[in-house]
């Protein structure tokens, strides 16, 4: 065993150390090479083969070259981590400097912003919010109101009976005898609002669940021109000042005369357009002079006082505000639609 035969070894090795990129490489190296198992124990334990006067020069030399396989081990095992780090820190950077998303906060259902903006200008108009149940009795939903079991008109509606004599009201107008019962014999002036349900084909223009708002105005004086009058404001507040509106005789079981009410078309001014199908006139509401059966239900002498009711779809007033088509993107909830109307 010569001395030189290590450092062609030693060569060798500082070599395949150079080549090492990465921990793992370097690890492996070390276990070929400097481990107790490794070449250059190996080269440490051939001393006894080496002739007897030269044991100890190359005992040095081999220590020597073990030294410096080591130092450098350690030297590229400094760099390969400080590269690693270099690496990681460059992966990990935050750029601090870069503008932050937008933080999107809620807002209100657009069906909640109309059913708001329809309340206001009623509240403007001295009407107050009066509430009735959801669930209701088929008396109050039909019978006061002048439909009696197996009247025909119940066919306007396909309703949602929770058992024989308990429906979910189908429209708000149970609210009329409510009202009149609590917050009469005195004039009654009041806007129902809230959520009905109808067992019908989920379509563009229907759902089984929507919000009505009724109005009811009941007193001495009341006539059919304030009707008249009172919707005629309520369209000009909603659609513009120069909104017109035309009554049409109609068939309602609780009111006598019944009209229905359309505006002239948001989209053409009643040129005719696809959206009002070339009439010029989009259906607005319901209304009527309260039948005296239903005020006499609600506790008044049909002699004395009068009333006037309507009903309006909120949807419906949704829909021609925004001149939107499909009833159903209301309530699929999709952000995309909803955003806009924040
Ligand atoms: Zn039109």
Known sequence: MELSQVEQYATGAHASLATCD?????????????????????????????????????????????????????????ELKDAELAL??????????????????????????????????????????????HVELDEMSFQLLNIPKHHPARDMQDTFFVSEDVVMRPHTSPGQIRAMRELGPGPVQVILPG????????????????????????????RFSDLKGILLNFARRLFGPD?????????????????????????????GCRICKHTGWLELLGAGLMHPVVLKNGGYDPTKVRGIAFGLGVARLALLRHQIEDIRLFFQND????????
């Open 22 to 78: 990465s921990l793992e490489a370097l690890a492996s190296w070390h276990q070929q090479h400097l481990a107790k198992a490794g070449e250059l124990t190996a080269f440490k334990k051939s001393v006894g083969k080496v002739a007897p006067e030269e044991r100890k020069a190359f005992g040095m030399g081999v220590n020597q070259i073990a030294g410096k396989l080591e130092a450098a081990f350690k030297q590229k095992t400094t």
């Open 88 to 133: 990681r820190l460059a992966s990990e950077n935050i750029d601090v400097s870069l503008p932050a998303r937008p933080h999107r906060v809620g807002g209100y259902h657009p069906l909640t912003l109309m059913l708001r903006e329809i309340c206001g200008v009623f509240r403007d108009m001295g009407f107050t919010v009066y509430e009735s149940p």
């Open 195 to 222: 959520m009905c349900y109808r067992n019908e084909d989920i379509s563009a223009r229907s759902e089984i669940q929507f919000h009505q708002v009724e109005g009811v105005l009941v007193g001495e004086h009341v």
């Open 243 to 271: 909104q017109a509106i035309k009554m049409r005789g109609s068939y309602f079981p609780f009111t006598e005369p019944s009209v229905e009410v359309d505006i002239k078309c948001t989209l053409c001014h009643g040129e």
């Open 335 to 342: 952000c995309r639609f909803l955003s806009q109307f924040q």
